[in-house]
């Protein structure tokens, strides 16, 4: 019996192989270059995520694409992104919070996307505040997931026992307000703030600094928070007061999260509060709070030298990695993720958006979502109308400390703020230590 | 004299001190990986002015980062509250052990009882260790400020947690509440260990209890004692989980302690360099305690 000799290829074999060979070539190797058929590795911290895992599911059943799907708490996100990108762990597309945007832009770990006019269509719909908050230097980082900016709220139950019709339009008429709700026997503190070292405090005195007619830096970025007469002192010299002069704070406020805050304003122990607008829904939640349907935001009262009403506002969004940019097949995926997410679906429609706000209470960029029945309802329905929201969020400026150092600058900022509200600093003692941080740190 | 079956095995097998040496050595290497290859990259790394948020450099410094640090001037804020803690935590918590293991020597009814529930605090995770005193100490709703009022010492709440000149203390309540049933057993055993014809020789002698427990218990418990002091010690001046869960270094900077500037540098500042030198000044300063408690109690022995 003879054998087929095994050492040598026969020609139908060699036609075979490069018939194999080709068709690798061509799907499997093609794939591998351009990554078409690879996941889309998306990461976030962990907030809405039944609403964000249904939405991937949706993007999966349209797309016929992949998501691999990863979250952090928000505590220890930056640090987890971090050492991830750092080590080059796949990652396509993340959530970006803007205050960390100058420091990934610098560090490369962030791709512009003002060459995908796929994304930058989406500019056209969506607030200026939000678009300039995903600037830096000039290039775009990214697609909105949610804006939101620093509310006033009141307990309209509370003020109507003290006789009081209308909330205060300045912080001398907190102190009054407060004074007089106290005298009729409202709450010991009835203006609750959130002053514990917090991720959050940083908005809430910026929103303070900003309601005050004032500014951290100049549009050079040069620190003038040290100025008496420029915003920052003034705010804190407010603070310091509201706890120690008038005791209208509390001065267990310098433990107090912003979590805890919304747990003591829910409960229907404070007349006046400085809360992220997005607590609203919650707020006014009668499952989550007893004093619900009482809580309504004001304009934020202004400080004696501002001219208007001002708040602070920040962004969160989506950004894509220069790893995911650099390779065509990841950076289509990328960008239709993206686009699914913080643009319009298949379905032509900013629906997650319209879920976030409307299942969350996350408030959204895009502005013609605004007209939408069911957007308004929603306010009407947790908020008493939405009026006062838009008005504020017009008014809504940026962090202006955001900075490649600004972590770093808040460390010092967060114990010269507490520091004065414990009454072993002075506010100008406080500011300057601050300033000093930051011009040793901008160099 | 004639070998024993051992002995003959052993030569058989092989069994001398290369033997023993091969035998160890996978656990060795695996130590040498698991500790001490982090231990030397470490050092390394603080040689180093490693920031993660500029991943593009990473120049040598040298010993740069530990004279940063000494010029730092929280580096110093930072002593101070860790001395003040761990000196308050380590005496406190040592002094309520030796106590309570005096009380649990003694025979009475429910003693064994008393010895297990003693232990639960022990037994209680640190993170809800801290969580938990953190609501008690709450200066609106905390049990504290509801028992002290209800009993009339306090006219209304106060702020406890958040009074930077209590803040240390309370965080230190809270590590002694936890840490004190481990030493109290600790000294516990080394109490059972002592002879009871000493104290027959004592009482013969005419030595009242204080006496006694001068002359006779705490010679005895010094190698307890130093054992309770030296862990202590270590735990005390590397703390974290209770500063992170109740006070984030604050209020202010009232509880900025070494193991959270490291924190802060390390993980918040991303700056690896600094973390690392920071790590290894808190690692001499633990060795030194340690070397001088041993030292100590060894002379006087």
């Given amino acids: 019996m003879a054998f087929p000799d095994r050492s040598r290829i026969s020609r139908r074999s060699l036609l075979k192989a490069s018939a194999a060979g080709g068709l690798v070539a061509t799907t499997g190797g093609i794939s591998a270059t351009f990554g078409q058929g690879a996941p889309v590795n998306f990461t976030s911290w962990s907030a809405a995520v039944d609403q964000v895992r249904s939405h991937v599911s949706a993007f999966e059943r ?17 640090t987890s992104v971090v050492t991830r990108l750092v080590g080059n762990a796949p990652m396509d597309v993340l959530w970006v919070s803007d205050a960390w945007l100058p420091e990934f832009a610098e560090a490369g770990w962030l791709a512009t996307i003002d060459d995908v006019p796929e994304l930058m269509k989406y500019n056209a719909d969506a607030a200026q505040f939000c678009t300039q908050s995903m600037v830096y230097k000039g290039k775009q980082y990214g697609l909105a997931y949610y804006g939101d900016h620093m509310s006033f709220i009141y307990n309209t139950e509370i003020l109507q026992k003290a006789g009081i019709t209308t909330p205060p339009t300045s912080w001398e ?58 915003g920052v002192v003034e705010a804190v010299s407010w603070v310091r007061e509201a706890i120690h002069t008038h005791k209208i704070v509390s001065p267990g406020a310098v433990e107090t999260t912003e979590i805890n805050a919304l747990r003591a304003m829910g409960a229907g122990q404070h007349a006046f509060a400085i809360v992220p607008t997005y607590r609203l829904r919650a707020l006014n939640d009668p499952s989550q709070a007893p004093a619900a349907g009482k809580l309504r935001p004001a304009l934020m009262p202004r400080g004696p030298r501002a001219t208007a009403s001002a708040t602070c506002g920040w962004i969160r969004f989506y950004g894509m990695t220069p790893g995911a940019k650099a ?65 504020q969020a017009a008014t809504a400026v940026k962090k202006d400390v955001i900075a490649p150092w600004f972590g770093e600058w808040n460390e010092t900022a967060n114990a010269a703020w507490q520091s004065v509200f414990l009454n072993r600093a002075t506010p100008q003692a406080a500011a300057t230590a601050m300033a000093a941080k930051w011009k040793d740190l901008k160099g | 004299m004639a ?40 050092f390394y790394t603080s040689l180093f002015d490693i920031v993660l948020t500029r991943p593009w450099r990473r120049p040598f410094v ?23 803690y761990t000196v308050v935590t380590v005496s406190i918590t040592t002094v309520f052990a030796l106590v309570v293991a005096l009380l649990l020597n003694e025979a009475f009814p429910g003693r064994r009882l008393l010895s297990a529930l003693i232990l639960l605090p022990w037994a209680t995770p640190s993170i809800v ?173």
Avoid at chain 1, 62 to 78: D, I, M, S
Avoid at chain 2, 7 to 34: C, Q, T, W
């Fill in chain 1, 327 to 391: 390779n065509a097949g990841r950076r289509a995926n990328a960008v239709r993720f993206m686009e699914f997410f913080g643009g319009k679906d298949t379905t032509g429609s900013y629906t997650l958006q319209k879920l976030l706000l409307t299942d969350v209470g996350l408030p959204f960029c895009t502005t013609p979502l605004s007209a939408d029945p069911e957007v308004q309802a929603f306010w009407t329905r947790w908020a008493g109308g939405g009026d006062v929201i838009a008005q």
């Fill in chain 2, 129 to 301: 260790n801290g969580l938990m005193w953190k609501w008690i100490y709450d200066p609106g709703y905390g049990l504290l400020n509801g028992i002290l009022v209800q009993v009339g010492l306090l006219e209304s709440y106060t702020v406890w947690l958040g009074n930077p000149d209590r803040t240390l203390f309370m965080i230190a309540n809270a590590a002694i509440w936890k840490q004190m049933p481990l030493a109290a057993i600790l000294l516990l055993v080394s109490m059972k260990a002592i002879p009871q014809d000493l104290y027959r020789a004592a009482t013969v002698d005419g030595a009242n209890v204080f006496q006694r427990f001068w002359h006779v218990t705490l010679p005895a418990l010094k190698p307890g004692l130093m054992l309770v002091l030296v862990y202590e010690t270590m735990i005390s001046i590397r703390h974290f989980d209770l500063f992170l869960i109740m006070t984030q270094g604050g209020p202010g900077d009232a509880s900025y302690t070494l193991s959270w500037q490291i924190y802060v540098e390390t993980f918040r500042n991303l700056k690896f360099g600094i973390g690392a030198a920071l790590s290894y000044l808190l690692a001499i300063a633990t060795f030194v305690l340690s070397y001088l408690f041993i030292r100590g109690f060894g002379s006087k022995s």
């Fill in chain 1, 62 to 78: 349209a797309t016929g694409l992949k998501v691999n799907y990863e979250n952090f708490p928000w505590a220890q996100y930056r």
């Fill in chain 2, 62 to 84: 040298g010993y740069g980062n530990y004279a940063r640090i000494f010029q730092d001037p929280m580096f110093w804020v930072a002593v101070q509250r860790t001395t003040v």
């Fill in chain 2, 3 to 42: 070998d024993t079956w051992a002995d003959r095995l052993s030569r058989k097998a092989g069994y001398d001190e290369r033997s023993a040496a091969i035998l160890i050595l996978p656990v060795f290497v695996v130590l040498m990986v698991v500790a001490l290859y982090p231990i030397i990259y470490s």
């Fill in chain 1, 173 to 230: 008429e907190v102190v009054q307000q407060s004074l007089k709700i106290k005298q009729s026997g409202g709450p010991e503190f009835p203006m609750l703030m959130a002053l514990g070292i917090d991720t959050w405090l940083i908005e809430f005195m910026s929103a303070l600094v900003f309601a005050h007619g004032g500014r951290f830096v100049d549009a050079s970025g040069n620190a003038i928070m040290a100025d008496a007469n420029r």
